[in-house]
């Protein structure tokens, strides 16, 4: 028995230290963005459904905690967070094969990976409960694969889902929005979504608006270091 729950335990830990430290495919072997997935709740967005909250990139949230939370990431935010009630039902943006429930990839307390065509990997964070999906099983665009929670558990403090578009690696994130059908820029005039980004003072116009967020690797170095950032992060930027 022990002999088993260490054997357990090594792959546990040898599938943590692939998902975070596995070789980046290249840019070539990945399907370009051409709106080929859809959104990941059905009806239409509004206070009582759902909204969007914080953007992808470079968000002043991020960039507060671009050498802490997000210092492996390049110092932005990875993916899209969607604000929705607790319970939601979530629902695969496309087409895929599950690859992980409650896997490595973080975003608790419960997470679902989807592997797409084109080596495209969905990630849905904040999870309410664990998904009753299998590793293995077949899910369609729009089919329920969970529901959305609060990354702190609370389903008061912050409830929403998190979303990211990763190459099948892990190593690459992508900026969701070319890739999803939808119409941002109706979207983006409710909430933060639109408007939330740091500034650098030297380039004010660089990474501004949600459809110029760039790409970011897995452990590169922060695309955000600024000598004149604004807003002045309270406190420092830890």
Not at 56 to 63: E, K, P
Not at 144 to 160: K, N, R
């Amino acid at each position: 028995m022990a002999a088993r729950r260490f054997l357990l335990l090594a792959a546990a830990l040898t599938g943590v230290a692939l998902a975070h430290y596995a070789a980046p495919l290249p840019l070539s072997a990945v399907a370009p963005a051409k709106a080929q997935f859809g959104l990941p709740f059905s009806g239409p967005p509004g206070p009582d459904t759902w909204m969007l909250g914080q953007g992808y990139g470079n968000t002043t949230g991020a960039y507060r905690q671009r050498r802490s939370t997000y210092g492996n990431l390049q110092g932005i935010h990875a993916g899209l967070d969607f604000s929705a009630p607790c319970g939601t039902p979530v629902r695969a943006i496309g087409d895929g094969v599950v690859a992980e429930v409650d896997g490595p990839h973080g975003s608790p307390p419960h997470n679902v990976v989807v592997d797409h065509a084109g080596n495209l990997s969905s990630l849905y964070g904040h999870l309410r409960v664990r998904s009753s999906l299998r590793v293995g099983q077949r899910v369609t665009r729009g089919q329920v694969i969970g529901e959305s929670g609060d990354s702190q558990g609370t389903c008061v403090s912050a409830p929403h889902l998190h979303l990211e578009l990763r190459d099948r690696s892990h190593q690459r994130f992508f900026n969701p929005l070319p890739f999803i059908a939808a119409d941002w820029n109706s979207l983006a005039l409710a909430g933060s979504f639109g408007r939330g980004y740091e500034y650098d003072l030297e380039r004010p116009r660089r990474w501004q608006t949600p459809d110029s967020q760039p790409a970011a690797l897995r452990g590169g170095a922060l695309l955000n270091e600024y000598r004149q950032p604004w807003p002045p992060a309270p406190g420092g930027a830890r």
